[in-house]
């Protein structure tokens, strides 16, 4: 067998719970470490491990990736009411995925992973749209009122030093509702650097879109921040070099050319419309299973990640000993992202060629040999030859990437 390769800077490991836990230590043992000398500094964020350090373990791994630069993360249970009652918590802990995104102050941004036989809802879709979601305020972070008598609704703001502004929003004549939503500058700005980062990153155009025409304050400004990061930010010289554009758009106008597009770009989304549209294409993609997700700071760091949960019912099924057939498809290919951003920046060319191969390797087990998981078998044209479990699915990919090693 060829030597292993080699790492330099250690790849910052975050494991998690349930079904993805067990599939994160199987690609490991059967994908990477046969072939990698796999360097990692390990933080795990099992829910047990996060009650009985008070959380601090989350914030440990966040400060890591800052440390290190980039890091690679397994899924993990936020915990409910029924969760605290199931691990005997403490109490019910935040998302981790909140509380690394606000520690690192970074954008989400999603993929599909395409198969030849696993087709897109829309036809003309022959390559990824990324999309990246603005993950602070708006609706999310709003105050509404529900009125029942006529009267006055104004919006009023007061400047520290005892400047106000008023606008008056309805006088109403009847019951009705309003709402009040904000951003601020700051957190749009980050937003914005984090989406030009990953766009030149990847080589691939950014699309922004708003509704500046109807929203001429609110909407504008995120415009207006856009096009100034986009000019100050040094990105118009190096967006022109990669070849690249930056795109701005009404929302409605977006949608219309997305549908009709053949992919292959970045979608930033404000806040809502990276909710509902980020559902929409991974649903019109094929499967939750195939979405990859990358959290990228504005100021370089990244962390991969699979899109979906735990996978908590396959988790209990695999506890009572029954055959399971997860798909670990994007729990590879966030080990992939890492691996090839790792070796880009510390210029380890054996490293990004593994990272190309393990993917290759795996989009042949699908595509050609049609060899699959329970949710792909549901939706692959042509048929699967064969419909593997957890174990059996990274086997076959397994002796795929021998062949390429
Ligand atoms: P989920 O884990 O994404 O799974 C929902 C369903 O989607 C599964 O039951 C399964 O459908 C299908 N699915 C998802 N991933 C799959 C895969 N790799 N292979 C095959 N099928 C897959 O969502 P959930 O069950 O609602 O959430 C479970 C836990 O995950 C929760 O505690 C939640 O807090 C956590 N969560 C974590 C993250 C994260 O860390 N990034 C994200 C979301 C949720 P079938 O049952 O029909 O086969
Ligand atoms: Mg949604």
Request: glycine share 6%.
């Amino acid at each position: 067998m060829a030597k292993k390769i080699q790492m330099k800077t250690p790849l910052v490991e975050i494991d998690g719970d349930e079904m993805t836990r067990v599939m994160w230590a199987m690609v490991k043992e059967k994908l990477l470490t046969p072939h990698i000398d796999l360097k990692t500094v390990y933080y795990d964020l099992s829910l047990k491990k996060r009650n009985d350090t008070d959380d601090k373990i989350t914030i440990e791994a966040a400060e890591a990736i800052k440390k290190y630069g980039v890091g690679v993360k397994c899924a993990t249970i936020t915990p409910n009411a029924a969760r605290v009652e199931e691990y005997k918590l403490k109490k019910q802990w935040k998302s981790p995925n909140g509380t690394i995104r606000a520690i690192l102050d970074g954008t989400v941004f999603r993929e599909p992973i395409m198969l030849k036989n696993i087709e897109p809802a829309v036809r003309f879709w022959k390559k990824p749209i990324i999309i990246g979601r603005h993950a602070y305020g708006d609706v999310y972070k709003n105050v509404e009122l529900k009125i029942d008598k006529p009267g006055k609704a104004q919006l009023v703001y007061s400047a520290e030093n005892g400047e106000e502004k008023c606008a008056l929003i309805q006088e109403f004549s009847g019951p009705g509702i309003i709402q009040g939503i904000h951003n601020t500058d700051k957190s749009i700005e980050s937003f914005a650097k984090s989406c030009f980062t990953y766009a030149l990153d990847q080589k691939v155009d950014l699309w922004f879109a708003a509704k500046d025409t109807i929203s001429k304050t609110y909407d504008s400004n995120f415009k207006n921040i856009f096009e100034k990061v986009y000019k100050e930010g040094s990105y118009k010289e190096k967006f022109e070099k990669a070849g690249i554009i930056y795109f701005y758009t009404l929302i409605d106008d977006a949608v219309a050319r997305v549908v009709r597009s053949e992919g292959g770009f970045l979608w930033a989304c404000k806040n809502y419309d990276g909710d509902v549209l980020s559902d929409f294409l991974g649903s019109a993609y094929g499967s939750l299973a195939l979405l990859t997700s990358v959290l990228v700071s504005p100021y370089g760091f990244f962390e991969y990640e699979a899109a979906h949960g735990t996978v908590q019912k396959h988790y209990y099924k695999y506890l009572k000993g029954e055959k399971t057939s997860t798909n670990s498809m994007a729990i590879i290919f966030a080990w992939t992202g890492a691996l090839k951003k790792r070796g880009e920046l510390d210029n380890i060319p054996e490293l990004v060629k593994f990272a190309d191969n393990l993917e290759d390797a795996t989009i042949k087990t699908v595509e050609k040999d049609l060899v699959m998981t329970g949710d792909l078998t549901r939706i692959s044209n042509p048929p699967a030859k064969k419909v593997a479990t957890t174990q059996e699915f990274i086997e076959a990919i397994a002796k795929n990437l021998e062949k390429k090693m």
